[in-house]
């Protein structure tokens, strides 16, 4: 089990996460709850854009089955997670009533859940002294599928999927080239929140 929190000066956001895994039985099971609050985007109040306070609660339950575990040909498993999120403004700028203005951009509240499907394959190979893998791959996929049947207030069908290589560095003893390739596909009503980024930095005073 574990047990964190974190706290961010800049944003002043708060974070809580506690976690439970039992590996006793066949399947493994484990169990996550996250808190969250904090900024965020997504608000826009004639033209200009804004920034709330959300507060978002997770919990999820898990079950893993180990289908492969081979010194020769690797590890394999199977993920299947029930995900519950409620995401919500608690805070923020008041919306005038003035038709005058252009219409707002209200952030979208409620709550996402459903199922997701997480296949895994791996096989790498580290040393007492290795900082990380220093050669093979590993590959992952994971389905997520959400709607109102399952508890959600949105539906949303995505997939992702990712591959990792390491290859040793011929001129550089114990060092590793990591190479990584990761896509996704989404569809659904869950319109606002970004379901896939790329890099960036937050807004900041300077």
């Known amino acids: 089990w574990s047990l964190s929190t974190t706290y961010n000066f800049a944003r002043e956001s708060v974070g809580v996460n506690a976690s439970y895994s039992y590996n006793g039985l066949w399947p493994a099971l484990g169990a996550n709850v996250s808190y969250a609050r904090g900024p965020r985007g997504g608000l826009t109040i004639?033209?200009?854009?804004?920034?709330?306070?959300?507060?978002?609660?997770?919990?999820?339950a898990s079950a893993t089955l180990p289908i492969l575990r081979s010194n020769r040909y690797g590890s394999a498993s199977l993920r299947f997670t029930y995900r519950f999120q409620r995401f919500e403004p608690v805070d923020g700028?008041?919306?005038?009533?003035?038709?005058?203005?252009?219409?707002?951009?209200?952030?979208?509240?409620?709550?996402?859940?459903?199922?997701?499907?997480?296949?895994?394959?791996?096989?790498?190979?580290?040393?007492?002294?290795?900082?990380?893998?220093?050669?093979?791959r590993r590959l992952g996929v994971n389905v997520s599928f959400y709607e109102p049947h399952l508890g959600s207030d949105f539906r949303l069908l995505s997939v992702t999927w990712s591959y990792q290589e390491y290859v040793p560095m011929p001129w550089l003893s114990n060092h590793v080239l990591s190479l990584r390739l990761a896509g996704g596909i989404a569809r659904g009503d869950l319109n606002r929140r970004g379901l896939f980024t790329v890099g960036g930095l937050p807004n900041q005073d300077l």
């Open 46 to 60: 004639d033209g200009q854009r804004e920034t709330f306070t959300e507060q978002n609660v997770v919990a999820s």
């Open 93 to 136: 700028p008041e919306i005038p009533l003035d038709p005058t203005m252009q219409l707002p951009s209200r952030p979208e509240a409620g709550q996402l859940s459903g199922l997701v499907l997480s296949a895994s394959y791996g096989k790498t190979y580290g040393y007492r002294y290795s900082v990380s893998p220093e050669k093979g």
